[in-house]
């Protein structure tokens, strides 16, 4: 028969992720206290939540991989709720301001390629151009696109001597990426603690002083880098960017999700590529269908802040280098950038 160890026991916790996250228990440091008294099992965990789904999840999740271990006779799992201060919660409760910048703002989806970057890139050129110092952060490790978007793909960034990184600069917007450290075809072969480390060291040790408002562009889902950033920095608000289609709005939904469980607000939904206007013809056509940003945002309450439409002109200005809201401010996709930017300014 199994022996009943501590070991066993925090491999099968191990397998118990955080509601919402892809990132397990142990790993978060969730696990307080292991006590084994022959076939008796006490597992003690400490969260800091006020959202009492938390624990619940918890506690069921843990009780039922703990029941597969053969032999156990009882299992108790104790769940110690500390409160999160009251402007932050749950996992956000260890994470503070960044010095020197008064909102910050998480830019989320749930799949790749649904243009992400493209927004945060002229989300935050629209506020900057509305008179909010903005910044702009590539969370976005393994595929950042932050820089090429600002023609900076081989400008490294400088450091002082006491190791502050002085992020670089491109139409008055601070911004650094993963992508100005790498040469073109040299992919981020990171382990997790290194992508963690460089997350941290992005949005720490790096001089963002004297921003209105910093946009951290995160990558797709909901790992490991969104789980570092939501308890590094206190967030203002995330807000999740999605196509109309099916595929692309389950996604968004985890991500929207993701940030309720940890209390903080969803600013709103961004659809892109919701629309095409033939240049032939000016005929609308909905290439990936209609509605479906609106009826997500209904779904979570939130304001659909605006939808963009798809542009050769937007993808081009993005390959070249230049944000398209610098570009072409006439452009229809340009105006509906500026639209969200002014909404947001508002909000905060
Ligand atoms: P993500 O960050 O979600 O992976 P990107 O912002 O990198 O996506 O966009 C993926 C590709 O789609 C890029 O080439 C970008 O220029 C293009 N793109 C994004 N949004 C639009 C749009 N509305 N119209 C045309 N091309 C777009």
């Known amino acids: 028969m199994t022996r009943l160890t501590e070991d066993l026991v925090q491999d099968q916790l191990r397998k118990v992720k955080f509601p919402g996250y892809s990132r397990d228990i142990i790993s ?4 307080k206290e292991i006590k084994i008294d022959a076939s008796d099992l006490l597992v003690r965990l400490s969260v800091a939540t ?5 624990p619940e999840a918890l506690k069921r999740d843990s009780e039922a991989v703990l029941r597969s271990i053969p032999g156990v006779k009882s299992i108790k799992v104790v769940i110690d709720i500390t409160n999160p201060p009251e402007t932050s919660a749950g ?9 020197g910048v008064k909102h910050v ?21 629209a506020m900057q151009q509305l008179g909010t110092s903005t910044g702009l952060c590539d969370c976005d490790i393994y ?43 040299t992919p981020a072969i990171l382990r997790g ?21 910093l946009i951290l562009d995160l990558p797709p889902g909901t790992g490991d880098i969104q789980l570092t950033v939501v308890q590094t920095v206190a967030l203002s608000g995330a807000i999740i960017v999605t196509t109309p289609q099916e595929v692309a709005l389950i996604d968004a939904r985890k991500a929207g999700s993701m940030f309720e469980k940890v209390n903080v607000p969803v600013l709103g939904i961004i659809e892109n590529m919701s629309y ?3 240049p032939s013809d000016s005929k609308r056509y909905d290439i990936f269908g209609s509605g479906g940003g609106a009826r997500e945002a209904a779904r979570l309450r939130v304001p659909l802040l605006g939808e963009v439409p798809i542009d050769i002109k937007l ?11 610098f570009d072409e401010p006439n452009n229809p996709a340009s105006k509906a950038f500026l639209k969200i930017a002014d909404q947001l300014r508002k909000n905060l």
């Open 315 to 325: 993808r081009e200005s993005g390959d070249k280098g230049c944000p398209i809201v």
């Open 143 to 185: 595929g950042p696109s932050i820089s090429l978007m600002f023609g900076a793909m081989h400008e490294r960034p400088m450091a002082t001597s006491d190791n502050v990184i002085i992020p670089i600069e491109r139409y008055g917007i601070k911004f650094i990426s993963m992508g100005s450290l790498l040469d073109d075809a």
């Open 50 to 54: 006020n959202n009492p789904s938390v």
């Open 91 to 99: 996992l956000q409760s260890a994470a503070t301001t960044i010095s």
């Open 105 to 125: 703002i998480a830019v989320a989806s749930g799949k790749g390629g649904v243009g992400k970057s493209t927004v945060s890139a002229n989300l935050a050129s």
């Open 193 to 213: 603690p290194m992508v963690t480390r460089a997350t941290q060291q992005f949005l720490r040790q790096v001089d963002w002083s004297g921003l209105d408002c």
């Open 28 to 31: 978060f440091g969730l696990l």
């Open 276 to 278: 095409f206007i033939s």
